[in-house]
Nanobody
Framework: QVQLVESGGGSVHPGESLRLSCVASISISQIYVMAWYRQAPHKSRELVAYITQPGGANYSAAVKGRFTISRDNAKNTVFLQMNSLKPEDTAVYYC???????WGQGTQVTVSS
């Protein structure tokens, strides 16, 4: 099966930055859309950002201007650069590839003072 493995999460203070990585077991050139989702406790999973094979990127209103999604096809890796982090960004962040649908196990991001 295709595997996606996230890393880079941790605990930071408001205003600080983190970079998440998602490494795929296959070439991400074969996956049309790579995306980042997040889920806080007792909340629904929400789309944060995605990038298409042609390279177009899109972001949720909550993170636009602060987060940047990018990819390195040679390394089969998708990144999420998160700047100016806020407490409301606290969640488990998941990597997703589609179609059909591949999910990683998630990495915890905690933003607190």
């Amino acid at each position: 099966q295709v595997q996606l493995v996230e890393s880079g999460g941790g605990s930071v203070h408001p205003g600080e930055s983190l970079r998440l990585s998602c490494v795929a077991s296959i070439s991400i050139s074969q996956i049309y859309v790579m995306a980042w989702y997040r889920q806080a406790p007792h909340k629904s999973r929400e789309l944060v950002a995605y990038i298409t094979q042609p390279g177009g990127a899109n972001y949720s209103a909550a993170v636009k201007g602060r987060f940047t999604i990018s990819r390195d096809n040679a390394k089969n890796t998708v990144f999420l650069q998160m700047n100016s982090l806020k407490p409301e960004d606290t969640a488990v962040y998941y990597c997703k590839g589609s179609p059909p649908e591949y999910w990683g196990q998630g990495t915890q991001v905690t933003v607190s003072s």
